[in-house]
C-alpha cells in the first residue's frame, strides 16, 4: 500500500467532513475505511491535534478539526486552480510570431 501525500490526507478530511463518516468518505473516494482512517490518523499526528471525538457510534468533529477542514477546502482549490492553469496554458500558443512578407 502506498502512502497518502498531505494534499491527499486533506482531501480525505474534506470528505469526511462533507460525508459525515469515515465510511462514506471511503465510498465516495474510492479508498478503503482503513486507509481513510490512516490518513485521519497522520494528519492528527503530524498536527499534533485531535480533529474527530469518535467513538464505535458516533463521530463529531473538533474545533481545531473545523479549522484544518477550513483551510484545507483553501489549499484544495488553490492546488485545483494552478493545475487548470497549468493546462490551459500548456495549450495557448507561446514564442514570438515571426511573418515575413514579399
Not at 29 to 45: C, F, M, P, Y
Request: proline content about 1%.
Amino acid at each position: 500500500m502506498s502512502n497518502i501525500n498531505q494534499l491527499e490526507s486533506l482531501k480525505v478530511l474534506k470528505a469526511v467532513v462533507e460525508n459525515g463518516s469515515f465510511t462514506a468518505a471511503s465510498k465516495k473516494l474510492n479508498l478503503s475505511t482503513a486507509r481513510v482512517s490512516k490518513a485521519i490518523e497522520r494528519l492528527e499526528s503530524e498536527l499534533g491535534t485531535v480533529l474527530f471525538h469518535r467513538s464505535t457510534r458516533h463521530m463529531q468533529i473538533t474545533d481545531d478539526g473545523e479549522r484544518c477542514y477550513a483551510r484545507a477546502i483553501n489549499l484544495i482549490n488553490q492546488w485545483q486552480d494552478l493545475k487548470e492553469e497549468l493546462i490551459e496554458s500548456q495549450h495557448s500558443p507561446k514564442g514570438n510570431l515571426r511573418i515575413g512578407v514579399r
